[in-house]
């Protein structure tokens, strides 16, 4: 009997503590007094500059922000700002979001709400269309709109799915007031795509990021970390300033007479693997993408070739374009560039046990060499426009 009236009084203690708990809950939800907790009043004092447009930075000075940027909102004409810059118990500085519009800035810091004075908000340049809206790493894209200006040093364009400081930056071709020519950047994922002209920002229309087709290569050497070629015969290689540099054996540099050789690699398999460099998936040669060219400068002299010597390509077919030395085009040597048109050696996707430049004989004051870039493209048109030509 004392066990059961135990049992009972133990249940309804349980009920009342979840009446208690529901109770507690339902008054929390509906509380409409004083706060529980109360934070000192924000004030603004100034907004510097109070005229600007998207990507401007502004200042806001005043008292009481805190120092916790995550219990803060700042909107601009009812448009909330997603990047807070700084934050201090007394400044706040913030960029201005796209489309804000003139209107006032209201800032918000816990339960406190303060509304500035109108800011006054101009358009400045403008997106009307990326084209295409797809692209894989390389590939140029034309941004159209207005107020871009002509000066390429004043704009640059950023490829991200977040925020701008997340972004990967592209090479501009080209700019025109309604027009700019950007590649897609090394890292650049499917998103947003924003111009920068000097401290404006512009969100553009989303860019879908895709894989790279069968025979696309781009290697640009922009990344220290991540070795794609590495050269043979003794010689030393590093990136650095956004080239591949070949420094030929010492005990070749003996005397101007002797002959250099550094033969490049692109590592495949069993060549040069870790720690050398990381294995690579064979090359694929496809009849899409039979052009071939390398933008290089021998050290010593600058110049694409060496004064006396041999550049090859491992040889493609017997008795292919490739079996013999110096058998690249010379079109754009003026920018530094051989190539090679493989679209009579390769009439199918081919896998290759491996892929290298032969660079040797090479007698004179060269000491090394330098590639800038190693890409293909789908013919020479596709090429010269690469080039800006």
Same mark, same amino acid.
């Given at each position: ?23 507690? /809950?339902?008054?929390?939800?509906? *509380? +409409? ?9 924000? %004030? $603004?004092? =100034? !907004? &510097? ?103 390429? /040093?004043?704009?640059?364009?950023? *490829? +991200? ?9 592209? %090479? $501009?071709? =080209? !700019? &025109? ?121 021998? %050290? ?90």
């Amino acid at each position: 009997m004392n066990h059961i009236l135990k049992n009972k009084i133990k249940a309804v203690i349980v009920l009342f503590s979840m009446a208690l708990i529901a109770s507690c /809950s339902d008054q929390e939800k509906d *509380f +409409s007094g004083e706060p529980l907790v109360t934070y000192p009043a924000v %004030t $603004v004092t =100034s !907004v &510097s500059p109070s005229t600007g447009t998207s990507g401007n930075i502004i200042t806001l000075t005043g008292t009481n922000f805190g120092v916790y940027p995550q219990a803060s909102k700042i909107y601009f004409n009812g448009v909330l700002a997603d990047e807070i810059l700084s934050y201090t118990d007394t400044s706040v500085t913030v960029r201005v979001p796209q489309n804000a519009g003139t209107g006032p800035i209201k800032v918000k810091v816990w339960t406190n709400t303060i509304t500035t004075a109108d800011f006054e908000y101009s358009v400045g340049g403008t997106i009307t269309a990326v084209s295409p809206t797809s692209g894989n790493v390389g590939d140029q894209i034309l941004i159209t709109g207005q107020g871009f200006g002509t000066n390429a /040093s004043k704009v640059s364009v950023k *490829f +991200s799915d977040g925020l701008v400081k997340d972004a990967f930056t592209g %090479t $501009v071709v =080209s !700019v &025109s007031n309604t027009q700019i020519a950007v590649l897609i950047p090394k890292g650049a994922v499917t998103g947003k795509v924003r111009v920068w002209l000097e401290n404006q920002i512009i969100t553009g229309p989303e860019l879908k990021v895709i894989a790279p087709p069968k025979g696309k290569y781009v290697f640009e050497f922009d990344d220290s970390t991540d070795s794609q070629w590495l050269p043979a015969q003794n010689a030393t290689s590093k990136i650095e300033d956004g080239k591949l540099k070949v420094t030929f054996d010492p005990v070749q540099l003996g005397t101007t007479a002797s002959k250099r050789r550094a033969d490049l690699y692109y590592i495949i398999n069993s060549v040069f693997p870790s720690p050398g460099g990381a294995a690579k998936t064979k090359w694929v040669q496809s009849p899409a993408y039979p052009i071939l060219a390398m933008k290089i400068a021998f %050290t010593g002299t600058g110049a694409p070739k060496p004064g006396v010597g041999n550049v090859s390509l491992d040889p493609a077919v017997a008795g292919g374009i490739n079996a013999g030395n110096n058998k690249y085009k010379s079109d754009y040597l003026a920018q530094n560039v051989i190539y090679y048109d493989l679209s009579a050696d390769y009439l199918i996707d081919t896998e290759l046990a491996t892929r290298q430049f032969k660079i040797a004989d090479i007698v004179g004051g060269e000491t090394g060499y330098e590639v800038d870039w190693i890409r293909t493209f789908k013919n020479t048109a596709e090429l010269k426009a690469f080039l800006g030509l």
